[in-house]
């Protein structure tokens, strides 16, 4: 099946590069629309493995949307975006794109560890089942392997004496928590959390994002659209700010957040204080 002229025609046919100094992420002119609205006008980034990115901007200005386009919950418009070495949606053969199948797809994103604003557990299985599940639905991993390593994982994230709670039973701090343990299970190369704070009581925020910074510690690569700035200022490599589908400005948290360049950033920085 050969494929959309747009991400074909207007985009630039360069390769990524491979091997252990690539990035594991790479965007490059990355455009999408909803029913005409422009929502991302050309986003390039480079995350580098074991590299946390926060992504920062006003509500609106489409982080989610390209959040969810590395992991083909969106399809784009145009552009490429390669994940570990792969084109992401497309292979290339002889200068042409074509779509991956279904299944292709699924693979793709079987790599790739995303954890919501809402906490979307599955709420007919406890804490451990809901860690289970993946790993033995889709990867096949014997159960009591699975068992095993869904333990571990709940300790990882704090919450090693509830492998037996229903989500209903926990708070929304343990509920997300068990959702980071839950995208954990399928060893994931990539994180992507959106907004993963954003629905808790205040009190509950601290020990989810304290997870997060065990995890970038140990070196997961993560993507993180977040309004925690104080999160972002400590724990972020790099910062990308970002408003009305374009990077406005990015680097190191020091120089975007303390020193911002830009009028914009200055502006919605300013309320977030
Ligand atoms: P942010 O995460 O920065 O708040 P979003 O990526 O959620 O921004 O949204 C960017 C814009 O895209 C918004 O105007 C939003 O309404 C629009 N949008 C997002 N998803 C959809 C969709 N599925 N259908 C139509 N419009 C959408």
């Known amino acids: 099946s050969t494929t959309s002229t747009t991400a074909e025609s207007s985009q630039p046919h360069e390769r990524s590069r491979t091997g252990e100094d690539a990035p594991l992420v790479r965007a490059v002119n990355v455009l999408k ?5 422009e929502v991302l006008k050309g986003i390039d980034l480079d ?3 074991g590299e946390v990115v926060c992504l920062l901007g006003p509500s609106g200005s489409g982080k989610t949307t390209f959040l969810r386009c590395i992991n083909q919950l969106e399809a784009i418009d145009g552009g490429r975006i390669w994940v570990d070495g792969d084109l992401v949606g497309y292979r290339e ?3 042409h794109l074509h779509h991956l199948t279904d299944k292709q797809v699924a693979a793709q994103r079987r790599d790739i560890g995303m954890v919501f604003q ?6 007919h299985m406890t804490a451990l089942q809901n860690v289970m599940e993946a790993p033995v639905q889709v990867r096949g991993v014997d159960k009591k392997k699975a068992r095993a390593r869904a333990l571990e994982l709940l300790e990882q994230v704090g919450l090693g004496d509830k492998p ?3 989500p209903a039973q926990l708070s929304g701090g343990q509920q997300q928590r068990v959702a980071i343990a839950r995208a954990l299970a399928m060893d994931p190369k990539l994180m992507l959390f959106d907004e993963p704070t954003s629905a808790l009581d205040p009190e509950l925020v601290g020990e989810v994002l ?6 970038a510690k140990q070196g ?6 977040t309004h925690e700035m104080g999160f972002a200022r400590d724990v972020a490599d790099h910062v990308v700010f970002m408003d009305g589908g374009v990077v406005v400005e990015e680097g190191k948290p020091k120089d975007v957040i303390s020193n911002p360049q830009h009028e914009r950033t200055r502006t919605f920085l300013k309320r977030m204080r």
Do not use: K
């Open 33 to 37: 629309s909803f029913h005409g609205n």
């Open 118 to 123: 809402r906490f979307n557990l599955f709420p």
């Open 220 to 225: 997961m690569t993560m993507i993180v659209v």
């Open 210 to 215: 304290l997870v997060m910074r065990e995890l």
């Open 47 to 49: 995350v580098h493995r």
């Open 164 to 166: 037996d709670s229903y």
């Open 93 to 95: 053969e002889g200068g």
